[in-house]
Structures are given as C-alpha cells and as structure tokens.
C-alpha cells in the first residue's frame, strides 16, 4: 500500500508559483509512475502532468504547459509541480496518484491505483 501527502498549496496571486510537492512513505514509491490531476468545483477531474518512474519522461496538459514543470527525486520518495504564471484558472484541488504503469495514469478516465488526499490551491485575480 503506498500512501501519498500532498503538499504546499496555498492562496497566491495571479502571476505567482507555487511548488506542490507528493511525498510517499513506501521505499518503492521509486518505482512507481506518479500524476497530478486537478479538480475545482462543479468540474470534472482534469489531467496536470505525470512523470515516469526514472524520470525518462514527462507529460503535461495544454493548459500548463510552459507554466508548470513535473519532476521528481526518488531519493526523497517525492514528486515534485512547480507551478509559475498561475491564473486564477488554476484554482483547483490538485491531487497526486501513482501507479506502477504510467498507460493508467495518462488513459482516460486514468485509474491509478493509488491516490492522495489533496491540497488546496487557489489564485486571486
């Protein structure tokens, strides 16, 4: 069972960053491919980026591509979305998820086996 804390959300303005960070406890968590997804209110949830588990590559939606950047350190089992220019679009709960295949993570709907409780991030106009 591999279980995901996300963190670092907050209030910023638009134009701000903010750095999101998905930590896991299990060791093996380096194994895994990881996404980031989004959800506001009334909304369906929305793919972000994903990340495969040696980092060989990388995806990112239309929508926050040259804005937001997916890495991630299996040293410190965490994955990292650094978020810069955020509009008050953005404004969303962003939920990390893993998954040993990254086919289930960027498939639509994506169904990875395992995902985090959320943080909160919110852009002001």
């Known amino acids: 069972q591999v279980q995901l804390v996300e963190s670092g959300g907050g209030l910023v303005q638009a134009g701000g960053s903010l750095r999101l960070s998905c930590a896991a406890s299990?060791?093996?968590?380096?194994?895994?491919?990881v996404g980031w997804f989004r959800q506001a209110p009334g909304k369906e949830r929305e793919f972000v980026a994903a990340?495969?588990?040696?980092?060989?590559?990388?995806y990112h939606a239309d929508s926050v591509k040259g804005r937001f950047t997916i890495s991630r350190d299996n040293d410190k089992n965490t994955v990292y979305l650094q978020m810069n220019s955020l509009k008050p679009e953005d404004t969303a709960g962003y939920y990390c998820?893993?998954?040993?295949?990254?086919?289930?993570?960027?498939?639509?709907?994506?169904?990875?086996?395992?995902w985090g409780q959320g943080t909160q991030v919110t852009v002001s106009s």
């Open positions: 299990d060791r093996t968590f380096s194994r895994y491919s």
């Open positions: 998820a893993a998954d040993l295949s990254i086919v289930k993570i960027r498939q639509t709907p994506s169904k990875p086996d395992y």
């Open positions: 990340i495969t588990w040696s980092s060989s590559s990388t």
